[in-house]
């Protein structure tokens, strides 16, 4: 639940900021990029602070080291895609010739769903293959 909801509350936070620029036009054809830039800016950012708290609170309750890491790992990719789809989304919206403000809801929806897919992906690359094993292996002072 913190994985997938983390995402939908940030992709649909980034979609209101684009939804305002629009409505208020501070965001055009002139200042997109600079927009967009700004915001996966602000999705490293946040992607990695979400990270740290999810690593901590992992920890803090002793979940298994490999797990841990899953779940981080999980996290940032969960926030730092929902940021840029929450950005792009209402202008794709405004570009098809829809209202922008539905992307608020959508982006709710399409990250519960890529949520679950992203974290099932991670925990599999992490926990049952190869190449996990060594990243958990150096993670951990293994070798």
């Known amino acids: ?13 980034a979609s209101v900021r684009v ?21 996966f800016k602000m999705s490293l950012a946040l992607a990695a602070v979400l990270s740290l ?10 979940t298994p080291f490999p797990e841990t890491i899953a779940v981080t790992t999980a996290l940032g990719i969960i926030v730092l895609s929902s940021i840029c789809l929450g950005a792009v989304l209402p202008l794709l919206l405004k570009r098809l010739g829809v209202d922008p403000a539905h992307s608020s809801t959508s982006i709710q929806v399409v ?15 992490i926990l049952d293959s190869g190449f ?3 990243i958990i292996g150096k993670l951990s002072g293994g070798g």
């Open 1 to 13: 639940t913190m994985l997938v909801g983390a995402g939908g509350n940030a992709g649909n936070q």
């Open 19 to 39: 939804i305002r620029g629009l409505a208020l036009g501070s965001l055009n054809e002139n200042t997109t990029a600079q927009f967009l830039a700004r915001e």
């Open 53 to 62: 708290a999810g690593f901590l609170r992992a920890a803090a309750f002793r």
């Open 111 to 125: 990250m519960d769903i890529l949520g679950v897919v992203l974290t099932v992906a991670v925990s599999g690359v």
């Open 132 to 134: 996990g094993a060594a």
